[in-house]
């Protein structure tokens, strides 16, 4: 079998496990397995053995199924994506929609903080994503934007997606105003800006805004 750059993604070759007696396990549920890991103790506790001890099975088992960790993090990248469904109904202004599913593909990155890391990763591209991808194009069907735009429009989507899902996280750790007193003072005009009382925050409505701009200024310019 083909290797490193060589080798097709895990979605477009054999599946092994389904050859021979009757499988223990599938790809789902060791995906599965990986993604509590994850969810837990971030990608570094993502490993064959850490994954098979979960399942209760042996690490050389689960070769039967995936070839290495690399394949381990396109099945976790993948299977979250499921989450998005059932995709929204159209709405009758095509933005309304694509702004419903940029937010919950925020939702997904607060769900699990480690898809960040992987979403370079075009290996990770499976049959879920390329669903999500098809939903978000019959949305933007009414549009008269060529492919390309398109295409680059749902990228900064789902860039915006993950960078406000950082920054939730960010907030919950504290940001800024989290510095020991005094840290700040040679930069006084980010100190000053600390110091102003801060209107109470609006999850949806910087990101919702973001969202509608730059759908817009690729999309209908």
Known sequence: MARGKD????????????RG???????QTIAAAAVGLAD???????SMRAVAGCLGTSASALYRYVDDRSDLL????????AELRPYPAAAEVWLTTMVTLAGAQRSLYERHPWLVGLSYRSSSIGPESLAYFDACLSVLAPTRAPAR??????????GLAALFAQRSQSEERGGVSAFPPGVLKSFP?????????????????????????????????
């Open 40 to 46: 837990t103790g971030g990608l570094e506790a993502v």
């Open 74 to 81: 396109d099945l976790m990248s993948d299977h979250v994506v």
């Open 21 to 27: 007696p009757e499988p223990a396990l599938d790809r």
């Open 149 to 158: 735009a398109k295409f680059e429009a749902i990228a900064m989507m789902t």
């Open 189 to 221: 005009h980010l100190a000053d800006a600390v110091a102003q009382p801060m209107a109470p925050l609006v999850r949806d409505d910087l990101f919702d805004r973001a969202v509608q701009s730059v759908l817009l200024g690729l999309l209908e310019t």
């Open 7 to 18: 080798r097709p993604p895990i979605w477009w070759r054999p599946d092994h496990g389904s």
